[in-house]
């Protein structure tokens, strides 16, 4: 006979689980004798990873699905643990990244009926009326597990939901006397992936991917957007190949990865809207907003043809883009296709045209570097920092193998464009709205690639968000090493831009007056990490960043993480 929590246990070790991201509570008391037991025993079972701050723990879980596309589980306390991830699990619903967010629940004897009874305090008070409201939003799927002699069959459910394309978070929850409980062993089934995993998009029909084939050779001027496209390396490797053979102009809007490496002469920035002008057919791939429809003129005369894990958006209750075809696939095998036909039937005209193309995407290419060589050159003053010769200093010192996650937000455009990134994963992001996620991604990043320098970049607003303390406590206790740059300009310049967009001429402009200024006698973000045996320095002349940046590598490379505070200049 054993508790339920032991077939939990099992169940996520059949599920090919790593890591269990938590923050435990008394509702995990089975939980823990559990996994005391299996230790004792020498039974393989994930590792658990304690995060001080749940917000840490779901996107650590996010980082480590972006780099592997394998889900894991975080283990949560009641309700109030779930609302401390709640805007994890919303980033990571509109990332489409897949975890299994499970929670204790209060107990629901309260007079010792049962094994786990009510014994606490707040056993009485963390036991609201519908605890998953607080991420339904955000979910692909809910339970609540009230027996253990299900526990193997709901969590490999929860997991097929969780990786099934599109993928997403699923939600858990564990009431406390239900993990209580004891089965035998026949009794509790196991349930393999080969007959309940599960479902993967695949490519289309031959006589759709011919359409989009013939539409391209036709084309004189076709473009392509795309944001998350290059959560698989495959889909960039497809994706540029495609490009050079048809001569397609790639744009990104709002990354949450690298869809095209920056030195394809094919790629074309970061403003699709401008390039629609000229444009006579739009590749839409994977990608959730291609553009903002205030700031773009609508061309009824172009066809825009759409190839995405989720083309409908179901989970956006307003889209409004016109799209002329629409396909539910991977992107990844849909253009492998195309290139296929396209390679067996253009001629040589065909080629020749595209050639033409290519050369003047070369000149635009080499007119865009010019332009950011020379806004890197501009260095900036002391305490007003450029954030354009940072990064540019910062990309001088990193490889094509290591990773950046931007929320750098209002300085963005400087992380994207001055931080050369050639390969696949190695820019991320989030789809999400909720700030304070990069410092959690960048310990799931290192987690999954010990092996590559690992660097946040992200304003003093979102610094705060990310519960800096929890971060560089995991940090330094399981020997994750990152790199965190830190561009503060005092406060969130894009509450103020917002209001500037909205009222330009109004009282808040006229008195610079915006409530997003972050006062305080003394700014030393890099303290945080130093408090946790990390490094830690402040930069403020533009003369010292080269310096700086290369004694906090050199801090990561030698095992401890850094915090480099960058001055950006006031709000």
Same mark, same amino acid.
């Given at each position: 006979?054993?508790?339920?929590?032991?077939?939990?246990?099992?169940g996520?070790?059949?599920l090919?689980?790593?890591?269990?991201f938590?923050?435990?509570?008394?509702?995990?008391?089975?939980?823990?004798?559990?996994?005391a037991?299996?230790?004792?025993?020498g039974?393989?079972?994930?590792r658990?990873?304690?995060?001080?701050?749940?917000?840490?723990a779901?996107?650590?879980?996010?980082?480590?699905a972006?780099?592997t596309?394998?889900?894991?589980?975080?283990?949560?306390?009641?309700?109030?643990?779930?609302?401390?991830?709640?805007?994890?699990?919303h980033?990571?619903?509109?990332?489409?990244?897949?975890?299994?967010?499970m929670?204790?629940?209060?107990?629901?004897?309260?007079?010792?009926?049962?094994?786990g009874?009510?014994?606490?305090?707040?056993?009485f008070v963390?036991?609201?009326?519908?605890?998953a /409201?607080?991420?339904?939003?955000?979910?692909?799927?809910?339970?609540s597990? /009230?027996?253990?002699?299900?526990?193997?069959?709901? !969590?490999?459910?929860?997991?097929?939901?969780?990786?099934?394309?599109?993928?997403?978070?699923?939600?858990?929850?564990?009431?406390?006397?239900?993990?209580?409980?004891e089965?035998?062993?026949?009794?509790?089934?196991?349930?393999?992936q080969?007959?309940?995993?599960?479902v993967?998009?695949g490519?289309?029909?031959e006589?759709?991917?011919?359409?989009?084939?013939?539409?391209?050779?036709?084309?004189?001027?076709?473009?392509?957007?795309?944001?998350?496209?290059?959560?698989?390396?495959?889909? !960039?490797?497809?994706?540029?190949?495609?490009?050079?053979?048809?001569?397609?102009?790639?744009?990104?809007?709002?990354?949450?990865?690298?869809?095209?490496s920056?030195?394809?002469?094919?790629?074309?920035?970061?403003?699709?809207?401008?390039?629609?002008?000229?444009a006579?057919?739009?590749?839409?791939?994977?990608?959730?907003?291609p553009w903002?429809?205030?700031?773009v003129?609508?061309?009824?005369?172009?066809?825009?043809?759409?190839?995405?894990?989720?083309p409908?958006?179901?989970?956006?209750?307003?889209?409004?883009?016109?799209?002329?075809?629409?396909?539910?696939?991977?992107?990844?095998?849909?253009?492998r296709q195309?290139?296929?036909i396209?390679?067996?039937?253009?001629?040589?005209?065909?080629?020749?045209?595209?050639? !033409?193309?290519?050369?003047?995407?070369r000149?635009?290419?080499?007119?865009?570097?010019?332009a950011?060589?020379?806004?890197?050159?501009?260095?900036?003053a002391?305490?007003?920092?450029?954030?354009?010769?940072?990064c540019?200093?910062?990309?001088?010192a990193?490889?094509?193998?290591d990773?950046?996650?931007?929320?750098?937000?209002?300085?963005?455009?400087? !992380?994207?464009?001055?931080?050369?990134?050639?390969?696949?994963?190695t820019?991320?992001?989030?789809a999400?709205?909720?700030?304070?996620?990069?410092?959690g991604?960048?310990?799931?990043?290192?987690?999954?690639?010990?092996?590559?320098?690992?660097?946040?970049?992200?304003?003093?607003?979102?610094?705060?968000?990310?519960?800096?303390?929890?971060?560089?406590?995991?940090?330094?206790r399981?020997?994750?090493?990152?790199?965190?740059?830190v561009?503060?300009?005092?406060?969130?310049q894009?509450?103020k831009e917002?209001v500037?967009?909205?009222?330009p001429?109004?009282?808040?402009?006229?008195?610079?007056?915006?409530?997003?200024?972050?006062?305080?006698?003394?700014?030393?973000?890099?303290?945080?990490?130093?408090?946790?045996?990390?490094?830690?320095?402040?930069?403020?002349d533009?003369?010292?960043?080269?310096d700086?940046i290369?004694?906090?590598?050199?801090?990561?490379?030698?095992g401890?993480?850094?915090?480099?505070?960058?001055?950006?200049?006031?709000?």
């Amino acid at each position: 006979m054993y508790s339920s929590a032991h077939y939990l246990l099992q169940g996520l070790t059949d599920l090919g689980i790593e890591y269990v991201f938590s923050n435990l509570g008394t509702d995990h008391a089975s939980v823990i004798e559990e996994l005391a037991r299996w230790r004792e025993q020498g039974r393989k079972h994930p590792r658990f990873m304690l995060c001080p701050h749940e917000n840490v723990a779901i996107h650590m879980a996010a980082g480590y699905a972006a780099m592997t596309g394998k889900g894991q589980a975080v283990m949560v306390h009641v309700d109030a643990g779930t609302a401390n991830a709640a805007m994890g699990m919303h980033n990571m619903f509109r990332s489409r990244l897949p975890v299994m967010l499970m929670a204790g629940r209060a107990p629901g004897t309260v007079r010792g009926e049962l094994p786990g009874s009510r014994d606490n305090y707040v056993h009485f008070v963390q036991d609201p009326f519908d605890m998953a /409201s607080l991420v339904r939003p955000y979910v692909k799927w809910e339970y609540s597990l /009230s027996t253990g002699i299900n526990a193997r069959e709901v !969590v490999r459910r929860g997991h097929s939901v969780m990786q099934s394309d599109p993928p997403g978070p699923v939600y858990l929850t564990l009431p406390r006397e239900a993990l209580t409980q004891e089965w035998a062993e026949d009794q509790v089934k196991a349930f393999g992936q080969d007959r309940y995993g599960p479902v993967a998009a695949g490519g289309i029909d031959e006589a759709r991917a011919a359409q989009i084939a013939e539409a391209l050779m036709r084309a004189e001027r076709p473009m392509a957007v795309t944001a998350y496209l290059g959560r698989k390396a495959e889909a !960039v490797q497809a994706l540029e190949e495609l490009a050079l053979l048809c001569g397609i102009r790639v744009f990104e809007f709002a990354p949450s990865y690298l869809g095209i490496s920056r030195d394809s002469p094919c790629f074309g920035g970061f403003d699709p809207g401008a390039a629609q002008a000229d444009a006579d057919l739009g590749l839409l791939l994977d990608v959730d907003v291609p553009w903002l429809p205030k700031y773009v003129a609508e061309r009824p005369d172009m066809r825009w043809l759409h190839v995405d894990v989720d083309p409908i958006k179901k989970d956006f209750p307003m889209w409004g883009f016109a799209t002329d075809m629409r396909v539910q696939a991977d992107c990844a095998t849909v253009l492998r296709q195309v290139i296929d036909i396209v390679r067996a039937r253009a001629g040589k005209d065909f080629h020749e045209r595209v050639r !033409v193309r290519l050369d003047d995407y070369r000149a635009q290419a080499k007119a865009r570097a010019d332009a950011l060589s020379q806004a890197a050159g501009k260095r900036g003053a002391r305490g007003a920092i450029s954030p354009a010769f940072l990064c540019a200093q910062l990309s001088a010192a990193l490889s094509q193998d290591d990773v950046v996650i931007n929320e750098a937000i209002r300085n963005a455009p400087a !992380v994207l464009g001055h931080i050369r990134r050639t390969r696949p994963l190695t820019l991320l992001g989030t789809a999400g709205g909720g700030l304070g996620y990069s410092g959690g991604m960048a310990l799931g990043v290192k987690l999954a690639r010990p092996d590559a320098r690992v660097v946040q970049v992200v304003g003093d607003g979102g610094f705060h968000f990310g519960t800096p303390t929890s971060v560089y406590d995991v940090a330094q206790r399981y020997r994750l090493p990152i790199l965190t740059v830190v561009l503060d300009n005092g406060g969130w310049q894009a509450v103020k831009e917002a209001v500037l967009r909205v009222h330009p001429d109004g009282s808040a402009a006229d008195t610079d007056e915006f409530h997003a200024r972050l006062h305080g006698e003394t700014r030393r973000f890099e303290l945080v990490a130093q408090a946790f045996g990390g490094h830690g320095e402040t930069v403020e002349d533009p003369d010292d960043v080269p310096d700086a940046i290369a004694r906090c590598l050199r801090a990561v490379d030698e095992g401890r993480a850094a915090v480099l505070h960058v001055r950006i200049g006031g709000i």
